[in-house]
């Protein structure tokens, strides 16, 4: 198993462009999340999907962030307009139900770097 | 609120020496702790969890409810060890995970 895949591995844009990035968990897992890593913030939660459906978006810092999951092997994560100051790494993971372990696995992430 | 802090955002040792990284945690529930790691240039992965009561790599850590925290431990740092570690804090019935700002260790010669 390749394990939480993510594309593209770096991303740079300029200010005002579109940005999506893509996620695929690993397969048979369902719960999907959204993180964003900086060195101010640390690793914040943007949001998680349970079974493709969004549970919780609260994290998702306004409106120009959206997260889609059309089925259970794909997800994006779309920033329309981007600015500089979404310039960081970005997270997805994925882990199994919530019986048993309770492990979530992450992706190698995607480096964003909006000029 | 439920929170997850850790104090220190840079911790630097020498190779040998004890090490602590600390992590305090806001809830009022019954909590799951895990530590992650990420090594220069490698995914996230879980180090341990506090229910699994194991030592990974020589680390361990405790629950410690009455003072809030979970701090991991270990005795002897390996330069090996040199990462960036996360404390992370499950609340509820559910799959979502709040994070602490992360600590790197360095581990010097």
């Known amino acids: 198993d390749a394990g939480v895949i993510q594309s593209p591995r770096h991303e740079v844009t300029e200010m005002g462009q579109e940005v999506t990035l893509r996620c695929k968990p690993i397969?048979?897992?369902?719960?999907l999340f959204w993180y964003r890593q900086t060195m101010m913030r640390g690793l914040e939660l943007l949001i998680y999907?349970?079974?493709?459906?969004?549970?919780?978006d609260s994290g998702m810092p306004e409106d120009r962030f959206s997260a889609k999951m059309p089925n259970a092997s794909f997800s994006t994560l779309k920033i329309q307009p981007s600015e500089p100051r979404d310039s960081a790494v970005y997270f997805c993971?994925?882990?199994?139900?919530?019986?048993?372990?309770?492990?979530?696995?992450f992706g190698p992430g995607t480096r964003l770097t909006v000029l | 609120a439920q929170r997850v802090t850790q104090p220190e955002k840079l911790l630097s040792v020498f190779k040998g020496a004890p090490v602590e990284l600390k992590c305090n945690y806001s809830?009022?529930?019954?909590?799951?702790l895990f530590w992650y790691v990420q090594y220069s240039r490698q995914r996230l992965q879980l180090l341990l969890r506090?229910?699994s009561r194991e030592s990974i790599k020589g680390f361990t850590a405790d629950l410690n409810k009455g003072e809030t925290s979970f701090h991991l431990k270990k005795p002897f740092a390996q330069e090996e060890d040199s990462a960036m570690y996360y404390c992370a804090l499950r609340t509820g019935n559910t799959g979502k995970l709040i994070f602490g700002q992360g600590t790197t260790l360095q581990v010097k010669p």
């Open positions: 809830y009022s529930g019954s909590p799951e």
């Open positions: 999907f349970n079974n493709n459906v969004p549970i919780d």
């Open positions: 993971a994925s882990r199994p139900g919530l019986a048993g372990k309770s492990e979530q696995f």
């Open positions: 506090h229910i």
């Open positions: 397969s048979g897992h369902d719960y």
